[in-house]
């Protein structure tokens, strides 16, 4: 069974940046698909990132196109994120996702990690 194991996450300021890792273990290939969701206090689990196994396709959401780069390191099974330029709007439990569809929709993703606390103070 896959298994996601989220780090990075913490306070930081308005403005700032953060670098958020995933660690995949339970499976000798990790999903075709990794990524990472977040969810604000009191709003929908929203899409952040999604990468291909091979690297060379990415997708991001709307509100943070521009300022999130995902990566993935298959030799060491790990899946990260930067993003930049972060807002209070930032804030939330961001999860490490992972799918075997080749274009998952929101609820084709089949492993999720605990999630990894990020507060972006103003």
């Known amino acids: 069974q896959v298994q996601l194991v989220e780090s990075g996450g913490g306070l930081v300021q308005a403005g700032g940046s953060l670098r958020l890792s995933c660690a995949v273990s339970g499976t000798i290939v990790s999903p075709y698909i990794m990524g990472w969701f977040r969810q604000a206090p009191g709003k929908e689990r929203e899409f952040v990132a999604a990468?291909?196994?091979?690297?060379?396709?990415?997708n991001y959401g709307t509100s943070v196109k521009g300022r999130c780069t995902i990566s993935r390191d298959n030799a060491k099974n790990t899946v990260n994120l930067r993003m930049n330029s972060l807002t209070p709007e930032d804030t939330g439990i961001y999860y490490c996702?992972?799918?075997?569809?080749?274009?998952?929709?929101?609820?084709?993703?089949?492993?999720w990690g605990q999630g990894t606390q990020v507060t972006v103070s103003s």
């Open positions: 990468i291909s196994r091979s690297g060379d396709v990415t």
């Open positions: 996702v992972g799918s075997d569809y080749l274009r998952p929709s929101r609820d084709q993703y089949n492993s």
